[in-house]
């Protein structure tokens, strides 16, 4: 994709929707955070030309106090003075990894101990996740959702009624074959009435009169036929004789 349409999509759906200084910390959390887990594990691998932990006076300073500093005075600067561009977006910027490097540490505030390499030191990661998965979510917005569900709501609509449409015409077909049965049950399975478009029409049927050439009015009367080459519905008055109905209702 060029840079230019990858310049524009970012003003139409991120600046233009007043999310630039919400994007921006998402983005600066995640960076800190990927960067201070990196250089964690520099550090206990022991590389040499990696800076090491910061002490003062024999004191480790965890990275989580930086990001509780860089939280308070970029929070109170946002809520005191509520700056305009660009230092909106810088404090937003400034914000984002000040979360990033305090959520690294969640679990040494949690249990109150260095935990960060042993079993409790997942509950960081967690606190991560859970926190990418909310501020994504907002960073989305509602609007997003929404449009989101809107599409998926059209597609379903869309094919369903590409369905119905379907089954209705699949109907007709079988209707006018005069295969009332199937054009009913079509509607509720479709795959029947797919099956029964594709047979053959019965012989006295609109279809057959209107698309059957001799031949295949020959094999549907076949088809059709009864054991002695006659339709079925002339022979129904035999049945009926033979079974005993008739002579049963003249008595």
């Not at 520099?42 to 800076?51: D, F, L, N, S």
């Not at 500093?69 to 990894?97: K, Q, Y």
């Not at 949690?110 to 960081?124: C, I």
């Not at 099956?195 to 006295?204: E, I, V």
């Amino acid at each position: 994709m060029p840079v230019a349409s990858v310049g524009q999509l970012y003003h139409d759906g991120i600046v233009e929707t007043g999310r630039q200084a919400q994007f921006l910390f998402f983005v600066a959390f995640l960076v800190s955070f990927g960067f201070i887990r990196t250089s964690a594990h520099m550090i206990r691998a022991q590389v040499k030309w990696w800076p090491g932990n910061v002490e003062v006076g024999g004191t480790h300073i965890h990275h989580l106090v930086w990001g509780i500093l860089l939280l308070l005075i970029f929070g109170w600067l946002g809520l005191a003075l509520a700056p305009g561009t660009p230092w909106r977006e810088v404090s937003a910027v400034m914000f984002g990894i000040g979360a990033g490097l305090t959520l690294d540490e969640f679990a040494l505030w949690l249990n109150l101990k260095d935990v960060y390499w042993e079993k409790q030191g997942r509950r960081s990661i967690d606190a991560v996740i859970v926190a990418t998965a909310l501020t994504g979510m907002t960073l989305v917005g509602l609007r997003g959702w929404h449009d989101a569900a809107t599409g998926v709501e059209d597609a379903v609509f869309a094919i369903v009624a590409s369905a119905g449409t379907t089954g209705l015409l699949l109907g007709l077909i079988n209707a006018s074959k005069e295969k009332f049965g199937v054009a009913l049950l079509g509607l509720l399975v479709p795959f029947v009435a797919i099956a029964g478009a594709f047979r053959l029409a019965k012989p006295h049927s609109l279809w057959a009169r209107l698309f059957y050439g001799d031949g295949r009015r020959r094999r549907s009367a076949q088809r059709f036929a009864g054991p002695r080459g006659e339709p079925f519905y002339k022979r129904v008055p035999e049945l009926v004789g033979r079974l005993g109905l008739g002579s049963a209702r003249r008595t």
